[in-house]
């Protein structure tokens, strides 16, 4: 499994759950780009754990730290390094898993691709830890497509089988979609978030889980509209499963 993946952009992830520290490179990022660390810090807490019943009991701060590829700064064409330390480790919970594996886990996958040497600490490199360094390369991202008059909206399309409303790509709600973002479950219905939350924590009161889905879609810019596009249209850009 490589940790490095796309091609106009080249995002790198490192780390382990129970590492001292993970990360991501980012490598083609445009140069002159301003990096507002404060709305990284803001989009990195929407996922920080240990905020509520709905996410995991880690507590971390998720403070990401940018440690190279800025100059003054905006981006200076070297590539971008986040770092995200892990501070709520705690290994001696997984110290069975060398026995026995997680059903519905990366355990005993890991286990055979890495002849043993893998780290069961949290998951190692496939745990959801890893999805912070993720999140921390979406966000400067996104900065670079908002400098280009392009907005990237994500809704949570269903959950346990409850869906949330539908988006009107043609007539799009667009402070609704940005609205999303301050809400602990982004969906644009409220009675459908409201059942989906008490989906969940009725499924962990059974020690049980439930899946869903979420919609990314992509709101086009003015320049877009230059070539063809409809400015402020919306294109659907992927349902994934959750």
């Known amino acids: 499994m490589s940790a490095t993946f796309g091609e106009r952009l080249r995002v790198t992830v490192f780390g382990q759950s129970h590492s001292e520290a993970?990360?991501?490179?980012?490598?083609g990022l445009p140069a002159g780009l301003r990096i507002d660390t404060e709305r990284l810090r803001a989009f990195l807490a929407r996922r920080a754990p240990g905020q509520g019943p709905l996410t995991t009991a880690r507590r971390e701060p998720d403070a990401p730290e940018i440690i190279a590829g800025l100059a003054d700064g905006?981006?200076?064409?070297?590539?971008?390094?986040?770092?995200?330390r892990n501070t709520d480790a705690r290994s001696r919970d997984y110290e069975t898993l060398r026995r026995v594996v997680r059903p519905s886990h990366a355990d005993y996958p890991a286990y055979v691709r890495f002849?043993?040497?893998?780290?069961?600490?949290?998951?190692?490199?496939?745990?959801?830890r890893l999805t912070a360094p993720l999140c921390a390369a979406g966000a400067v991202a996104l900065q670079c497509l908002a400098a280009r008059g392009v907005g990237v909206y994500a809704h949570i399309a269903s959950i346990a089988g409850i869906k949330d409303a539908a988006v009107d790509p043609l007539s799009p709600d667009?402070?609704?979609?940005?609205?999303?973002?301050?809400k602990p479950l982004p969906v644009l219905d409220a009675r459908a978030g409201e059942a989906m939350a008490q989906a969940v924590c009725d499924a962990a009161a059974d020690g049980d889980s439930v899946?869903?889905?979420?919609?990314?879609?992509?709101?086009?810019?003015?320049h877009e509209g230059n070539h063809g596009g409809v400015?402020?249209?919306?294109?659907?850009?992927?349902?994934?499963?959750?």
């Open 22 to 27: 993970m990360g991501a490179v980012v490598d």
């Open 231 to 242: 400015p402020g249209s919306l294109h659907l850009c992927d349902v994934f499963q959750i």
């Open 174 to 182: 667009l402070p609704a979609l940005a609205a999303l973002a301050a």
């Open 115 to 128: 002849g043993g040497h893998n780290d069961i600490r949290g998951g190692g490199q496939f745990s959801g």
């Open 74 to 84: 905006v981006t200076c064409g070297a590539p971008l390094c986040i770092l995200i």
């Open 211 to 222: 899946g869903g889905a979420g919609r990314k879609l992509r709101a086009a810019s003015a």
